[in-house]
């Protein structure tokens, strides 16, 4: 999940930096000019999984509201007052995991987790949380509300059949990789299964992968993708750069001078995808390949 982290103040921004130190989240602090962060917000809505808010709530209802679509697309959004005594999950609590971050940052951070979600505060199962968390996506919001206001009335529920029924959709999973040439095969499959590991789906799940333009003649990266049966797209450091910037995604200064664009990984997987979610973001294995993957909404 990447997360932005927005302050409007010093005393925000202190707290910014624990909250990334222990979760991990890009700090943007555009000082007090509300005006400024308002249009801030609007770049990012769509590009980062979280935006935490270090401000009132209000602040922060007004800068989203313009951007709200669908609970299917929105990212989590959370708000944490600027002495860090509460943690609000305000938007996209299940499929976009804003109440599991809330609670995950009062955790950390000793505060106090304010969710408000009627299946979450009656501690009842909720068939869109479930869905998100097989990387499945109902082919109808609207009965997503209808299957969980039958739980909170305590009815039964069936999947498959009874007086309801959701299809759930699995979403596509695409896979970018960053590697050194000359990396063994085995090499990029290992960290590739591990990657799918962390995020608990099998390797099989993958159905693109991503790579920069230069690495198209890379005979041990095609085998690998060749042998899952898979495709694989190569993009330009033009390309990358786009959605490096789009997305604000952090780089290397040594991939940068040696590639053109200092984000493979992360930026090559946007490239597949209109609409994209991570399901984890940068990371290197054996010092010699990065992985990012992607679910596509």
């Known amino acids: 999940m990447r997360i932005a982290i927005l302050t409007l103040t010093e005393q925000g921004k202190i707290l910014g930096e624990k909250i990334s130190e222990k979760l ?47 609970k299917l697309f929105d990212p989590a959004v959370i708000v944490v007052d600027e002495r860090g005594k509460n943690v609000i999950s305000l938007l996209s609590g ?29 501690e009842k199962f909720s068939a869109d949380s479930f869905a998100n ?20 009335r305590g009815e039964e529920i069936f999947f498959t059949a009874g007086n309801f029924k959701m299809n759930l959709l699995p979403k596509n999973l695409i896979c970018g990789i960053g590697c050194r ?7 990029i499959f290992q960290a590739v299964s591990e990657a799918c590991k962390i995020i ?20 041990n990266l095609l085998s690998f993708v060749e042998k899952l049966g898979r495709e ?12 490096i910037s789009e997305y604000k995604l952090e780089e290397s200064d ?38 990012a993957l992607i679910w596509e909404n």
């Open 24 to 70: 991990g989240g890009q700090i943007f602090c555009k000082g007090k000019n509300f005006e400024q962060m308002k249009i801030f917000v609007e770049e990012i809505f769509n590009k980062f999984d979280a935006i935490i808010f270090i401000c009132a709530a209000g602040i922060a209802v007004r800068m989203i509201a313009p951007h709200i679509v669908s």
């Open 94 to 122: 299940h499929i976009g995991g804003a109440n599991d971050l809330t609670l995950e940052i009062a955790k950390k951070i000793s505060a106090n987790p304010v969710i408000t979600t009627a299946t979450d505060v009656e």
């Open 133 to 152: 968390s097989f990387g499945l996506i109902p082919d109808d919001k609207n009965l997503i509300k209808k299957i969980n206001s039958a739980i909170l």
């Open 181 to 187: 040439r000359g990396v063994k095969e085995e090499k």
């Open 200 to 219: 608990s789906q099998p390797i099989e799940r993958i159905k693109i992968f991503a790579s920069v333009d230069k690495k198209s003649d890379d005979k």
């Open 232 to 243: 694989i797209k190569f993009f330009g450091a033009e390309e990358l750069n786009k959605k």
């Open 254 to 291: 040594f991939v940068k001078k040696n590639i053109g664009a200092g984000n493979i990984c992360e930026a090559a997987a946007l490239c597949c995808v209109e609409r994209g979610k991570f399901a984890l973001t940068k990371k290197k294995f054996f010092n010699s390949v990065t992985v």
